[in-house]
C-alpha cells in the first residue's frame, strides 16, 4: 500500500497546526444533517423510493477522497474593502504570520477569470504549515475542499509530490463582503494522491456502447436503491 507522508513546515509545527486527516475526518454538517430519503416520497407500493443525495455514492466518494490540510490556526479576513483585502491571525503566534501569507501580483493572474461580482480581487495566499510527499510514481491533486460549502476558494492544482516535497502557499478567492474568522482546522484543500499513468482514447460507435448501456441501467434499476454500491462501486480507502 503506497504511503503519503505529510512533514511538518517549521520545528514548532505540530505545537499548533493539525496534522493532515483523511477527509472522511471532515465530513461536512450538511452532509451528516441530510436525510438518505425524501419524506414523503417513498411508495413501495408504487415501487418507488425517493432517495437524495445522502445515497449517491459518487458524491460520497469525491467527499471523502484523499486527505484534507486545515488551516493552521485562527484566521481573519476582511473583505470588506475592494481595494484591500485584510487578514490577521492571533497575537501570540503572530512571529509566523509572515510564514502563512503571501502574496501575488495581480498581473501574475490578470487574464484569470475570476468573477468579481462574487470574490475580492486580491488572492489570498496561506502555507498550510504542512507539505505533502508520495513514492516514486505518484502524483497529488490539490483541489478545493469538495461539497464544503466557505468564503475561501483554492485554486487547484497538481503537484508531482515524489520529485518534489510540496513547500509553499496555496491560492485562494475570497468570497466579497466577508468579515470573519476562518476558524483554526477548516479544511483549506483536499489532497488527493494518484499514481501517475499514460492513456489514451477511444471513442466507440453506438452499436458498441448501447448494449453495454443497456445492460448496466437494467443492472442499475432492477433494486429498490443501492444498486451502484452495490454492484458496480469499488471502496476507496485513504487511512
Known amino acids: 500500500m503506497p504511503v503519503i507522508k505529510f512533514h511538518p513546515f517549521t520545528d514548532v509545527t505540530s505545537d499548533f497546526a493539525e496534522a493532515p486527516k483523511p477527509a472522511a475526518k ?27 443525495i445522502k445515497k449517491c455514492m459518487p458524491v460520497f466518494d469525491v467527499t471523502v477522497a484523499g486527505y484534507v490540510l486545515a488551516a493552521p490556526c485562527d484566521i481573519y479576513v476582511n473583505s470588506t474593502d475592494p481595494n484591500k483585502l485584510v487578514y490577521s491571525i492571533p497575537e501570540h503566534i503572530r512571529q509566523f504570520k509572515g510564514d502563512l501569507f503571501s502574496t501575488h501580483a495581480a498581473e501574475q493572474y490578470s487574464e ?20 505533502v510527499g508520495t513514492p516514486e510514481g505518484y502524483s497529488t491533486m490539490f483541489a478545493n475542499p469538495f461539497h464544503r460549502p466557505s468564503p ?3 485554486f487547484s492544482a497538481i503537484i508531482d509530490t515524489d520529485a518534489f516535497v510540496s513547500e509553499g502557499h496555496l491560492s485562494f478567492l475570497v468570497e466579497k463582503d466577508f468579515d470573519g474568522i476562518i476558524k483554526q482546522g477548516t479544511p483549506l484543500v483536499q489532497v488527493i494522491p494518484f499514481k501517475r499513468e499514460e492513456w489514451t482514447s477511444e471513442v466507440l460507435t453506438e452499436a458498441q456502447a448501447l448494449p453495454i448501456l443497456k445492460k448496466q441501467r437494467l443492472s442499475l ?4 436503491s443501492n444498486a451502484y454500491k452495490n454492484k458496480f462501486r469499488s471502496k476507496k480507502d485513504y487511512k
Open 112 to 131: 484569470y477569470p475570476i468573477d468579481l461580482n462574487r470574490y475580492h480581487k486580491d488572492l489570498l495566499r496561506i502555507q498550510p504549515f504542512w507539505s
Open 26 to 52: 471532515h465530513m461536512p454538517e450538511w452532509y451528516r444533517e441530510q436525510p438518505s430519503q425524501t419524506p414523503g416520497k417513498t411508495n413501495l407500493n408504487a415501487g418507488v423510493v425517493a432517495t437524495t
Open 152 to 154: 475561501l476558494f483554492a
Open 221 to 224: 434499476r432492477s433494486v429498490f
